[in-house]
């Protein structure tokens, strides 16, 4: 099943049937059910027959958004390069292999941009990536019950001067973006499911890469226990898992670029940059 936000509610879409669902549902009720899945499978008896929203919003409202991070081997890779004139390239190796992965806290519904919607890029920042990554949707009990396509901008010239200025490489105005919908699904997407990252200028794709969720460290459920671990989050909670695909360090994102993430069980999330 996939769960669609827009501005008149919610819509479900399953086997290619979609159904708009009470016009009183919310996205924090759907992730305050003990078993979300059945829990829309019962409201969608009280639906009607719908479109699927042709301008969906990102899938979030009352949820914190969180994130992983050197959770691939290209991602440590990176941020040990990035970090090395700073004097921290060597903590980024030791949490690749430790326990206890690297969490940090990443944005609220305000800070989010729907797909469609502009990303934005740090005035005070020359190095900026998109970093396309697989985001797990967590109910209030800490279980994982859909996935979505996430974004997390990033400023890696301010992550690189030094690690203690990661909230503002990665905590601003729209340095997020979430969509095109939940996919309701209790099993994770197979390892072999490629995450495909394409970037615009002009109309021509100036970056393209891709990597698969088989190549994320760390199993999914364990980093959403450790998010779960000693916090709340009475509404639920969204998780990006980290990335595996960082741009050459002489590329950097300009205004007017577009970024598309494409992740197939899910879709396709498309944000110009601002």
């Given at each position: 099943?996939?769960?669609?936000?827009?501005?008149?509610?919610?819509?479900?879409?399953?086997?290619?049937?979609?159904?708009?669902l009470?016009?009183?549902?919310?996205?924090?009720?759907?992730?305050?059910?003990?078993?979300?899945?059945?829990?829309?499978?019962?409201?969608?008896?009280?639906?009607?027959?719908?479109?699927?929203?042709?301008?969906?919003?990102?899938?979030?409202?009352?949820?914190?958004?969180?994130?992983?991070?050197v959770t691939?081997?290209?991602?440590?890779?990176?941020?040990?390069?990035?970090?090395?004139?700073?004097?921290?390239?060597?903590?980024?190796?030791?949490?690749?292999?430790?326990?206890?992965?690297?969490?940090?806290?990443?944005a609220?519904?305000?800070?989010?941009?729907?797909?469609?919607t502009?990303?934005?890029?740090?005035?005070?920042?020359r190095?900026?990536?998109p970093?396309?990554?697989l985001?797990?949707?967590?109910?209030?009990?800490?279980?994982?019950?859909?996935?979505?396509?996430?974004?997390?901008?990033s400023?890696?010239d301010?992550?690189?001067?030094?690690?203690?200025?990661?909230?503002?490489?990665?905590?601003?105005?729209?340095?997020?973006a979430?969509?095109?919908?939940?996919?309701?699904?209790?099993?994770?997407?197979?390892?072999?499911?490629v995450?495909?990252?394409?970037?615009?200028?002009?109309?021509?794709?100036?970056?393209?890469?891709?990597?698969?969720?088989?190549?994320?460290?760390?199993?999914?459920?364990?980093?959403?226990?450790?998010?779960f671990?000693?916090?709340?989050?009475?509404?639920?909670?969204?998780?990006?898992?980290g990335?595996?695909?960082?741009?050459?360090?002489?590329?950097?994102?300009?205004?007017?670029?577009?970024?598309?993430?494409?992740?197939?069980?899910?879709?396709?999330?498309?944000?110009?940059?601002?």
């Amino acid at each position: 099943m996939k769960l669609y936000a827009a501005d008149s509610g919610l819509v479900l879409e399953d086997g290619g049937a979609a159904t708009r669902l009470p016009p009183d549902l919310t996205l924090d009720q759907v992730f305050a059910a003990d078993d979300p899945a059945s829990f829309l499978a019962a409201q969608r008896a009280a639906g009607r027959p719908a479109a699927v929203p042709a301008a969906p919003l990102a899938p979030v409202l009352s949820q914190e958004v969180w994130a992983a991070g050197v959770t691939y081997l290209r991602s440590r890779t990176a941020r040990m390069a990035e970090s090395k004139d700073a004097g921290g390239g060597s903590f980024y190796d030791r949490v690749y292999d430790a326990d206890r992965p690297e969490l940090f806290f990443k944005a609220t519904r305000a800070r989010v941009a729907d797909p469609g919607t502009p990303v934005r890029i740090r005035a005070d920042s020359r190095w900026n990536v998109p970093e396309p990554e697989l985001t797990l949707a967590i109910n209030a009990r800490g279980r994982i019950f859909g996935y979505t396509v996430g974004n997390d901008m990033s400023s890696r010239d301010i992550e690189g001067e030094n690690p203690l200025y990661l909230p503002q490489a990665k905590v601003y105005h729209r340095s997020a973006a979430l969509g095109p919908c939940l996919w309701i699904e209790d099993r994770p997407p197979a390892p072999d499911t490629v995450i495909a990252l394409e970037i615009r200028r002009q109309g021509a794709a100036v970056f393209a890469d891709q990597t698969t969720v088989g190549r994320i460290k760390r199993p999914l459920a364990s980093l959403a226990e450790w998010l779960f671990r000693e916090n709340v989050f009475p509404a639920g909670a969204l998780l990006m898992t980290g990335t595996g695909i960082v741009p050459p360090d002489a590329f950097t994102l300009q205004s007017g670029d577009e970024v598309v993430i494409t992740i197939p069980p899910i879709g396709r999330l498309l944000n110009p940059v601002a």
